[in-house]
């Protein structure tokens, strides 16, 4: 394993970067009698908390959103949540690419957030957080049982260049640092394997991505590639209008994938007929951390035949999310939609299936999977 794979690490938390942020509009509805009588006990039982209750009270705020997210948890919906101020806004700014990172990750392990990951010259290194560090807040905002990994995600990421601050418990110590914000990239790793073989490994399908995406094939396209390698074993996913956009770049007309919302609602994504590199040699290599708009984008590639997928199957999410702005800066994010493949496959819980399977071994120095692709592609261009 080489430092190409390290970069799987940091999709896998952001699991969240998944939900799809549309542009929705309110529609005025005429609320049944049932459902006035459930705002109307809601509103009672404040009150009465309000008026008589004789311990110290919560903050009026935090009454609601324990309600919402009470709402929230009854649904049969893993990805639905609902979104704080706080972390709604890191939501949006990530969403558009305008965050940075501080390179560390935290795992949710007994209850805890447990750090696992400290990526190599990170601002976290850097600053001293090692991986074992148990996470206990940031930037003041306490990881407590509400809180998920989706939000630890997010409260980790800020505007370029701003300190996060963290607490964390080290064995008996409570220890303070303030990592610094870096840009993360959408793409890292352009380069020329073996002098005519492009590579690029891609993270993230943010709004921003098709530009990042495109900027990064022309560099590569400009040098005469005789083939490309997409990596996305790092990518969690995003917004599938990007997904859309950058799969144009490969497959120049026709369906790419489907969408089939509430009441048989169909939205159907195809190409825009960009097709730049539509007519290179194509590997795509995938593995159990390539996420939602990145699974959708291989079996794009599959059903249409584009290319070869290669490494791992990945993760399983055949879903989209919405995610909802709220009064007070807060947000709610639930399930609208599921996303088949070109010829109707639905993915969820199963995953994509590479059309060759090999498996990485993290224990060597060698990169396993790059090795075997850049081994087929050699046989496939025939030299």
Do not use: C
């Not at 209750?53 to 919906?77: C, G, H, I, K, W």
């Not at 490494?311 to 009064?327: D, M, R, Y």
């Amino acid at each position: 394993m080489n430092y190409l794979r390290q970069h799987w690490q940091e999709a896998f938390f952001l699991l969240i970067l998944s939900a799809v942020w549309f542009a929705i509009g309110w529609v005025i509805r005429d609320y049944s009698l049932t459902a006035n009588q459930d705002v109307a006990l809601f509103a009672q039982a404040r009150q009465e908390l309000l008026d008589n209750f004789a311990l110290e009270m919560p903050p009026s705020n935090e009454l609601t959103y324990a309600a919402v997210r009470s709402m929230v948890d009854q649904l049969d919906d893993p990805y639905a949540a609902f979104l704080e101020p706080v972390v709604a806004n890191r939501f949006r700014a990530d969403y558009t690419g305008d965050s940075g990172v501080v390179g560390l990750f935290p795992e949710r392990i007994n209850g805890e957030f447990v750090i696992t990951i400290v990526l190599p010259g990170g601002g976290a290194e850097e600053a001293g957080v090692q991986e074992g560090d148990v996470l206990l807040s940031i930037d003041g905002f306490a990881l407590d049982e509400t809180a998920t990994e989706g939000d630890a995600a997010l409260l980790l990421r800020g505007p370029v260049g701003s300190a996060a601050q963290l607490v964390v418990r080290r064995g008996n110590e409570v220890l303070e640092f303030a990592p610094v914000r870096a840009v993360r990239s959408v793409t890292t790793n352009l380069q020329m394997l073996d002098g005519d073989v492009a590579y690029f490994a891609h993270h993230t399908f943010t709004s921003n991505a098709p530009d990042e995406v495109g900027n990064a094939l022309d560099n590569l396209l400009a040098q005469n590639p005789k083939a490309i390698i997409w990596d996305m074993r790092s990518n969690g996913g995003g917004s599938m209008e990007a997904a859309e956009s950058i799969l144009s770049y490969f497959i120049e007309d026709g369906l790419l994938f489907t969408a089939e919302l509430k009441g048989d609602q169909v939205r159907e994504f195809v190409s825009n007929g960009d097709g730049r590199a539509a007519d290179i040699p194509l590997v795509v290599l995938v593995g159990e951390h390539t996420f939602s708009a990145a699974e959708t984008s291989a079996a794009s590639i599959q059903d249409r035949q584009r290319g070869t997928l290669i490494g791992e199957t990945t993760f399983g999410k055949g879903t989209i999310q919405n995610t909802a702005p709220l009064v007070g800066g807060s947000a709610l994010q639930y399930t609208i939609a599921k996303w088949l493949s070109p010829n109707g496959t639905w993915y969820d819980g199963i995953g994509v299936s590479p059309d060759i399977e090999v498996t990485d071994d993290p224990a060597t120095s060698e990169d396993e999977v790059l090795q075997f692709a850049l081994e087929y592609l050699r046989k496939e261009i025939g030299d």
